[in-house]
Structure formats: structure tokens, C-alpha cells
């Protein structure tokens, strides 16, 4: 079993930025990948960015490519997601997820990938 908690998320203005972090804890395998995902009111979840832990493999949205940047943090098993030029469609609740292997073991924007996931945290963007 693997905890997830994600933090950072916040209310700021367009152009503005924010930095989520996510910590996990208990049992984990030897590979794993951490990912981030957004849902907004009325939409599906969708797969923003994800990092392969024990390499240099990343994923990002389109939508995110160029003002997001996902990390690995320096404890173990942490990731951030540093998000800048923010605007009000980026307005959702952000959620860490993670999944044994690296990150193109299965198609890292799919919520089916990921076995564990945080509770949430809720950034709102305004104009």
C-alpha cells in the first residue's frame, strides 16, 4: 500500500505561479513513476505531467508543455510540480498518482496506469 498526499495548491491570479508537492509513503516497488492529473467541475481527470523516478522520462500535456515542470523532490519518493504563466482554465483540483515501472510501461496520461492515488489539492486560477 502506498500513501499519497499532495500540498501547495493555492488561489492565485492569472500569470502567476504555484509549486505542488506530493509525498508518498509505505510499501514501494523498486521502479515507479509519479504523476500529476487534473480534474475541473464537470470534466474528466485528465493526465498533466509524470516523471519516471529512476531516469530522465517525462510526460506533459500539451496544454501544460513550457510552463509546467514536473521533478523529483530530494526526499525519497516526492515530486513537484512547479507551474508557472498560470491561467484560469488551469482552475482544478490536482491529484499525485502513482504506478510501479517506468513511465511509458503504460500510457502515462491514462488515469488506468496509476494505482495510488492522493486525496487532492485545489488550485484556482482568476483573471
Known amino acids: 500500500q502506498v500513501q499519497l498526499v499532495e500540498s501547495g495548491g493555492g488561489s492565485v491570479q492569472a500569470g502567476g505561479s504555484l509549486r505542488l508537492s506530493c509525498a508518498a509513503s509505505?510499501?514501494?516497488?523498486?521502479?515507479?513513476?509519479l504523476g500529476w492529473f487534473r480534474q475541473a467541475p464537470g470534466k474528466e481527470r485528465e493526465g498533466v505531467a509524470a516523471?519516471?523516478?529512476?531516469?530522465?522520462?517525462?510526460y506533459y500535456a500539451d496544454s501544460v508543455k513550457g510552463r509546467f515542470t514536473i521533478s523529483q523532490g530530494n526526499a525519497e519518493i516526492t515530486s513537484h510540480l512547479q507551474m508557472n504563466s498560470l491561467n484560469p482554465e488551469d482552475t482544478a483540483m490536482y491529484y499525485c498518482?502513482?504506478?510501479?515501472?517506468?513511465?511509458?510501461?503504460?500510457?502515462?496520461?491514462?488515469?488506468?496506469?496509476?494505482?495510488?492515488w492522493g486525496p487532492g489539492t485545489q488550485v484556482t486560477v482568476s483573471s
Open positions: 509505505g510499501y514501494t516497488y523498486s521502479t515507479y513513476s
Open positions: 516523471i519516471y523516478t529512476g531516469g530522465e522520462n517525462t
Open positions: 498518482a502513482y504506478k510501479a515501472g517506468s513511465l511509458y510501461d503504460t500510457e502515462p496520461r491514462s488515469r488506468a496506469s496509476y494505482k495510488y
